[in-house]
């Protein structure tokens, strides 16, 4: 017999050394489970609503509760506070009033229920809470566990946090191929419902790509009771890959975890699985997710939201969890696998350990023992041996100290580089969600105005009036939201130029004049006389301060009125600090509530906004604007008994005569009326747009010279030389070679470094134009455009010494501000268009057209004819791009189309386009996006069929006429 390891340490230890190490035991005993209790933080009591996709009873849901509840008890939080719904969603699929009636149950029992989490488990469950359940507790945030990501405008208001554990069929089929090389046969075991036949096409494709190529054996067509017969009589060197089995062929709904019991029951070959529950079946194992490892995941990312701990800034955070290969030691014997030839990392189960694994800490010990005594004689016989020794492992330290710091740099770059592709991403939404509210609320603003000219009806003005009022005020509500993202993001911009502070504050006064005479109020002002007067600094923000502080005092004063002092708190030698407030005689506000003042979308309660409307934005943004320019705002209010609104600000000292406020700028500059001796390069690959450009430059006397793509205009620039033109207008996105590509070689060529070179583009967004300056351009033309921004571009950039104003010009007088067209005479005018089918307003802006024709109705009827002839086959090209998998040639197609309508007048349908465009660069569903399209297409093509009377073409195109007017 071995002696016993305990007491041969026993005896070797002094009694000190005993002594010693029992100390140490007793200040390394941990806390008592109640004293770790009293230092956890208290979660606020709130509830926690855990939905479940399928019904009561799964082993894989009862291991996850089991990881959530440990979390959930550790941190002290009772069990009353939770609340579980099981959703039954996959066997109640068919039934079509389920979703509603669930729907109606829980806002029925939840109503009056303090939710402030809600947990959903598997997919079901999330589109569940994503669609039917987005009333369920609006604002609490939600735990997704093994659903794919929801998007991020799904959303909505409520914060999602993402915990994926993804399975790992690759690594389980590499681990099976490992312990049994010489497999010939794999079957994937999986049921018949659609997520159980996505998951077994993932695993087929997989296993292809496999070295050893082994044949492939899917089970989706069987009936449970013939894959249990299947998998009895398998032929030798099988192994059995359970997948996910909720349904099988004749529509029987099971769960997932008793049909791999039934499976490992009746095999003749090895079962590997993807959860952690394989084990427990009788399993192999894998590489599988850890369930009750996810639980515990979710229930302590569940404290930490309740207790503030992690705040959710993002409307979607993921949070990946990596499977882990584990088996059954047993089970690998029974199967004669090959344990060796796994990755070290592997755990394995009922392994039975070998006598020096059992007995490893106790040799430890002894080894440790004897080396201290062998130190200690060796220090004392050899002390400069033992300074060494001491050196080596400060170095040692020092080296691991080094490789740590390292490492945590790197994490923090990685963390640094997410922040910024997250902040690239949120500017990228921002500058479309922008762009898509703008276009149609600039037609909703633009069209009223018109319409209100053609009508003399009193009550027609009336409704036109307040159409284009609340355009405008959504319109200001826009600018708010930008704002207030610039200035978190630190890209708002601010200006240091002269200006009069008294003539600034006399117009926001005036501005504001009139709504404060309509309500009776009286608006004053007073400048202390020790302000001086010409400051430095940025006079639109500190207007827009003045505005919104003024506005509210309107809005919040039903009788009395508004005052607005100025007076200087200090004053350095080169900048004064300046004391603006603004007080009313107004409802004011209770002080319970003066915090809330300064928070996005809020204000002092929910019955003001309800009454008096408005975001809560404008003070926002005021004290974020003073704050960047040194300064604050704070409040001053009592209820019934008005408000003061103080602000301080720095601003730097001006001279007298200094000012340069309405100054127009360079773009701003009334164009020439014409141009002499002037070549122009047009580098367009479409010829609508080609003739577009032609026709605004011969206009006003430019001579224009056109390339289709980039290469060649490097042909023409190669022969001309830098001389050969005074401009280049270049498209982006063109064949052979793009804008971008053309203009990084043109700057790069001798002589060519200052001739000037605009983008003209649909590429609009804030990234896309500063793309194309970091590649050489100097300024950017949006496609549409207009003739006014249009010619304002030209004559920023073409010289000066070629202007001229021409008395043959078509441009006179104040037209010639709007680029004359308003004054062209048309000889063949298109009719009134209107739908052939209902009789609706038109969906071609005729006017914005003619305008980018510069007039020319000859060429305008040309590309839109020409329009009606190609329409159907814009939506089969997509569609084909995309069936083929051609993502790049959909999203040039979905561009072209879209500069090509917006050019003609076709707003709506510009819009669809517009959506669709970024739908494709998303990756997200465009089904519905290109339905609508073909809609759009079919009523455009009608109108112009109707109004320019293609009888002919309406004739052979009369099936997809048809198709639409169904």
């Known amino acids: 017999m071995f002696p016993n390891p305990k007491r041969i ?10 002594l010693g190490l029992l100390i140490c035991a007793i200040l390394a005993n941990p806390l008592s489970a109640q004293s770790v209790q009293e230092t956890l933080p208290r979660a606020e009591q709130k509830n926690i609503l855990l939905l479940y996709s399928y019904g009561h009873g799964g082993r894989g849901i009862q291991i996850f509760d089991d990881g959530f509840l440990a979390a959930i008890n550790a941190a002290g939080i009772s069990a009353n506070r939770l609340y579980y719904e099981f959703l039954d969603l996959e066997r109640r699929k068919e039934d079509r009033l389920h979703r509603a009636r669930l729907r109606d149950q829980l806002l029925a029992k939840y109503a009056y229920r303090k939710i402030g989490l809600i947990i959903t488990v598997q997919q079901p469950a999330l589109g569940f809470l994503l669609n039917e359940g987005k009333l369920l507790a609006p604002t609490a945030p939600a735990i997704t566990v093994q659903a794919p990501m929801p998007a991020a405008a799904k959303a909505g208001n409520r914060r999602f946090i993402s915990l994926l554990a993804q399975f790992d069929i690759k690594g389980t089929l590499d681990r099976a191929l490992e312990l049994f090389p010489n497999t010939r046969r794999v079957v994937f075991v999986g049921g018949s419902s659609e997520a159980d036949r996505k998951m077994a096409a993932e695993a087929v494709k997989i296993a292809t790509a496999l070295p050893a190529k082994p044949e492939i054996e899917t089970t989706g067509e069987l009936a449970l009771d013939d894959l249990l017969k299947r998998v009895a009589h398998l032929p030798p060197h099988t192994v059995i890959l359970f997948l996910q089995y909720n349904r099988d062929i004749r529509g029987r709904v099971t769960l997932a975890y008793e049909v791999e019991g039934m499976i490992v029951k009746a095999a003749n070959a090895p079962v590997f699985g993807l959860y952690d529950f394989n084990l427990v079946n009788g399993g192999i194992g894998g590489s599988v997710i850890n369930v009750k490892t996810l639980g515990e995941k979710a229930g302590v990312t569940a404290i930490d939201i309740l207790n503030g701990k992690l705040q959710l800034t993002q409307p979607v955070t993921h949070v990946d969890n990596q499977a882990v290969p584990i088996f059954d030691w047993a089970q690998i014997q029974r199967w004669g696998g090959e344990p060796d030839r796994l990755p070290d990392h592997s755990v394995f189960l009922n392994r039975i350990p070998t006598f020096w694994e059992e007995h490893k800490t106790m040799a430890l010990g002894l080894t440790i023992i004897f080396l201290l005594q062998s130190l200690t ?143 009776g109020l009286t608006l004053v002002e007073h400048i202390d006389e020790a302000v001086p007067d010409i400051l430095v600094g940025d006079p639109l923000r500190l207007e827009q301060i003045l505005f919104n502080l003024i506005g509210n005092a309107v809005k919040f004063t039903p009788s009395g009125g508004i005052e607005v002092r100025i007076g200087l708190h200090a004053r350095e030698k080169n900048r004064v600090c300046l004391d603006i407030e603004v007080a009313d005689t107004g409802i004011g506000i209770r002080q319970e509530d003066l915090e809330r003042l300064f928070k996005p979308f809020s204000q002092a309660d929910a019955s003001m906004s309800r009454k008096y409307g408005g975001t809560g934005l404008g003070l926002v943004i005021s004290r974020r604007l003073a704050k960047m320019m040194d300064g604050d705002i704070s409040v001053e209010s009592r209820e019934g008994n008005g408000t003061t609104f103080r602000v301080r600000l720095w601003l730097s000292l001006g001279e007298a005569g200094e000012q340069s406020e309405g100054k127009p700028s360079a773009g701003q500059e009334t164009p020439p009326l014409c141009y002499r001796n002037t070549r122009v390069l047009v580098v367009e690959d479409q010829p609508m747009n ?17 390339a289709n793509n980039g290469q060649e205009a490097l042909d023409i620039l190669g022969e001309t030389g830098p001389a050969g033109f005074d401009l280049i207008l270049m498209d982006i996105q063109m064949p052979v070679m793009d804008g971008l590509t053309a203009t990084r070689a043109i700057r790069a060529r001798t002589g060519f470094e200052q001739l000037p070179i605009i983008a003209m583009s649909a590429h609009t967004m804030t990234h896309e134009i500063e793309a194309s300056r970091s590649a050489g351009m100097n300024d950017h033309i949006g496609k549409p455009f207009d003739a006014t921004s249009f010619h304002r571009i030209l004559a920023k950039w073409l010289p000066r010494s070629k202007h001229q104003a021409s008395h043959s010009s078509p441009f006179k007088g104040e037209a010639g501000r709007g680029m004359g067209l308003d004054t062209m005479q048309t000889t063949n005018p298109i009719p009134h268009l209107t739908s052939p089918l209902t009789g609706e307003e038109p969906s071609i802006d005729i006017a914005a ?55 003609l007048g076709m707003n709506d349908l510009h819009t669809i386009a517009s959506a669709l465009d970024i739908a494709l660069k998303q990756d997200d569903p465009a089904e519905e996006l290109l339905d609508r399209m073909e809609r759009a297409v079919a009523r455009a093509s009608k109108e112009i069929r109707t109004a320019l009377g293609l009888a002919q073409q309406a004739a052979s195109s009369s099936s997809y006429s048809k198709t639409e007017g169904e």
């Open 849 to 903: 057209g003619l305008t980018r024709f510069a007039g020319n109705e000859t060429r305008y009827h040309h590309w839109l004819a020409d329009f009606v002839a190609n329409a159907p086959g814009y939506a089969s090209e997509i569609r084909q791009s995309l069936a083929a998998g051609q993502q790049d040639a959909a999203r040039k197609s979905v561009h072209a189309l879209k500069g090509r309508v917006g050019m």
């Open 9 to 18: 340490l026993i005896n070797l230890l002094p009694s000190d050394l005993l």
């Open 690 to 706: 080609r003739e577009i450009v032609a026709e605004l430059l011969g206009t006003v006397g430019i001579a224009t010279h056109m």
């Open 377 to 519: 004689i060796i220090a004392l016989i050899r002390n400069r041996h033992n300074r060494k020794l001491i050196e080596e492992q400060l170095r040692e330290y020092q080296t691991r100290l080094e490789n740590m710091v390292r490492q945590r740099t790197a994490e923090l770059s990685a963390a640094l580089a997410a922040a910024q592709l997250a902040d690239r991403t949120k500017d990228e939404f921002l500058a479309n969600i922008s762009h898509e509210l703008r276009t149609p609320l600039n037609a909703v603003i633009g069209l009223s105005s018109l319409a209100r000219d053609l009508t003399t009806d009193a009550k027609q003005r009336d409704y036109l009036d307040k159409i284009a009022t609340s355009g405008k005020h959504l319109a200001h509500i826009i600018n708010d939201l930008l704002d207030l993202s610039k200035i978190a993001a630190g890209r708002m911009a601010f200006e240091s130029i002269p200006f009069s502070l008294r003539k600034l504050v006399s117009r926001s006064n005036s501005v504001m004049a009139h709504k404060a005479a309509e309500k």
